[in-house]
């Protein structure tokens, strides 16, 4: 059972937009900033968002990040099939000793 | 370009103690502005954090895995290292070596990730 909740899946047609979610608690996400993880099949994962709405230099800006409270938002437009991966969300914990934790993924698939 | 590279046994017998090494090339590691973690994924599940060390010495770790957990760093060979003690099938997974930096609050570059099998 992963601390962040995200959607098991998701999906959508080229061209279309998709967002998903994740949601989280006061001793992460509502104290700290949001990652996302692009996961393509057979590879390492990838930044794709960091502080809860930043791109690292090459990621479109069709990707984007949002973050309200205890729950975080990644929002693709302009679905792509090389889009098709799984995505993770992440954020520091403040209990215990402070450990990071990820969202237990999103596959997205492109119809 | 930063480039990270796991190295280490790829099948380890239960209860014995699992050892990987990350070597940095591209890049130094002794940069204050950088953590060096170790992130696994056991087979078809997702991620999760063990943990991270600075150049100093400082390190952080997944309460989760209590105290089996040792990080190393070794600056004059570019390098860090993990140790995990105890091992069971449980921590059969892809292990990845990753740079977190601080100011991005992230980790940035991983490695391309080493599965280690615990079995007898």
């Known amino acids: 059972q992963s601390v962040l909740t995200q959607p098991p899946s998701a999906s959508g047609t080229p061209g279309q937009s998709v967002s998903i979610s994740c949601s989280g608690s006061s001793s992460n996400i509502g104290l700290y900033t949001v990652n996302w993880y692009q996961q393509l099949p057979g590879t390492a994962p990838k930044l794709l968002i960091y502080?809860?709405?930043q791109r690292p230099w090459g990621v479109p800006d069709r990707f984007s990040g949002s973050k309200s409270g205890t729950s975080a938002s990644l929002a693709i437009s302009g679905l792509q099939s090389e889009d098709e991966a799984d995505y993770y969300c992440?954020?520091?914990?403040?209990?215990?000793?402070?450990?990071?934790?990820f969202g237990g993924g999103t596959k997205l698939t492109v119809l | 370009q930063l480039q990270l590279q796991e190295s280490g046994p790829g099948l380890v017998k239960p209860s014995e103690t699992l050892s990987l090494t990350c070597t940095v090339s591209?890049?130094?590691?002794?940069?204050?502005?950088?953590?060096w973690g170790w992130i696994r994924q056991p087979p078809g599940k997702g991620l999760e954090w063990i943990g991270s060390i600075s150049y100093s010495g400082s390190t952080h770790h997944n309460p989760s895995l209590n105290s089996r957990v040792t990080l190393s760093v070794d600056t004059s060979k570019n390098q860090f290292s993990l140790k995990l003690t105890s091992t069971t099938a449980a921590d059969t997974a892809v292990y990845y070596c990753?740079?977190?930096?601080?100011?991005?609050?992230?980790?940035?570059?991983w490695g391309q990730g080493t599965l280690v099998t615990v079995s007898s």
């Open positions: 502080s809860n709405d």
């Open positions: 992440a954020a520091w914990d403040d209990s215990l000793t402070g450990h990071w934790v």
């Open positions: 591209g890049g130094i590691i002794t940069a204050s502005t950088y953590y």
């Open positions: 990753a740079r977190h930096y601080t100011a991005y609050e992230a980790f940035d570059y």
